[in-house]
Nanobody, 123 residues
Framework: QVQLVESGGGLVQAGGSLRLSCAAS????????MAWFRQAPGKEREFVSG????????YYADSVKDRFTISRDNAKNTVYLQMNSLKPEDTGVYAC????????????????WGQGTQVTVSS
């Protein structure tokens, strides 16, 4: 059993940065692949980034590559998403998710989800 809680969202001007955190409860955290998804008003949920259980493999949507960085600290049971050079189109609710399998962009493959944190980027 895994419970996830996101934090770090907020309002930021275009070009600014935010760092999201996803804190996990559960002793099996280190064996789970993790991912961040986002959903903007009126749009479908979108894969943003993912990271393997060891942190050795990372994945990014084309829209955020070279601007966002995903990382994890298994000793702290926490996954991070560093977001730089933010754009208004990055606005949305960001949620972290966990799966016992490999990273995938398909949200249906993830067993556990956080409640989401709002990110708003003003122009």
């Amino acid at each position: 059993q895994v419970q996830l809680v996101e934090s770090g969202g907020g309002l930021v001007q275009a070009g600014g940065s935010l760092r999201l955190s996803c804190a996990a409860s559960g002793r099996t955290f280190s064996t789970y692949s993790m991912a961040w998804f986002r959903q903007a008003p009126g749009k479908e949920r979108e894969f943003v980034s993912g990271i393997s259980w060891s942190g050795a493999r990372t994945y990014y949507a084309d829209s955020v590559k070279d601007r966002f960085t995903i990382s994890r600290d298994n000793a702290k049971n926490t996954v991070y998403l560093q977001m730089n050079s933010l754009k208004p189109e990055d606005t949305g609710v960001y949620a972290c998710a966990a799966t016992a399998g490999a990273v995938t962009r398909r949200p249906s493959e993830y067993t556990y989800w956080g409640q989401g944190t709002q990110v708003t980027v003003s122009s």
